[in-house]
């Protein structure tokens, strides 16, 4: 069954400068048990929230079997960990996710690459490790919310 495992709206950009110099901290509430998502502009309360830059790619989201043990997404800094999707294979699709409270649409854009980063704050290697497996930027289609715990998917062309 399908699942989403982690929610992250962080309002901050926490991998600034050099990863030798680590990350800047965590803002409290980074982790949610649910997220808004707006049509067009992302996920409210998240830094990417209605960037124009960053409109095809305001929704990302990692398959939690793309992870080391122990990695989330106050790592990842993904929005959306799902279990039984395999997102990195959906590039050019629709995916829609019902957690409960109706459907929300995203087209999958293009992948994720993970960043240097993840050799710091995860564990050496894991940048290397997680190439081509790094999750999907989405733009979202509908709104809606998404809700940790069992989600029902349907993907289309």
């Known amino acids: 069954m399908a ?7 962080s309002p901050v950009h926490r991998y600034v400068g050099r990863p030798s110099d680590g990350p800047a901290p965590a803002p409290p509430g980074e982790l949610v048990e649910q997220v808004r998502i707006r049509s067009g502009l992302g ?15 305001s929704v990302t989201l990692i398959a939690q079997e793309s992870l080391p043990a122990g990695a989330d997404l106050t790592q990842l800094r993904r929005n959306v960990l799902t279990s039984g999707i395999a997102v990195d294979e959906l590039v050019g699709r629709v995916l829609t996710l019902d957690s409960g409270d109706g459907p ?21 290697g894991t940048w290397k490790a997680m190439r081509r497996r790094g999750g999907v930027r989405c733009e979202p289609l509908t709104d809606g919310v998404l809700r940790v715990g069992p989600v029902t998917v ?3 062309d």
Do not use: E
């Not at 996920?43 to 790619?57: C, E, I, K, L, S």
């Open 43 to 57: 996920v409210v309360g998240d830094r990417y929230f209605g960037r124009p830059a960053h409109r095809t790619a």
């Open 104 to 124: 929300v649409s995203l087209r999958v854009h293009r992948a994720a690459p993970p960043c240097a980063w993840l050799d710091v704050v995860v564990a050496p």
């Open 3 to 9: 699942r989403i495992l982690q929610l992250l709206a």
């Open 154 to 156: 349907s993907v289309d």
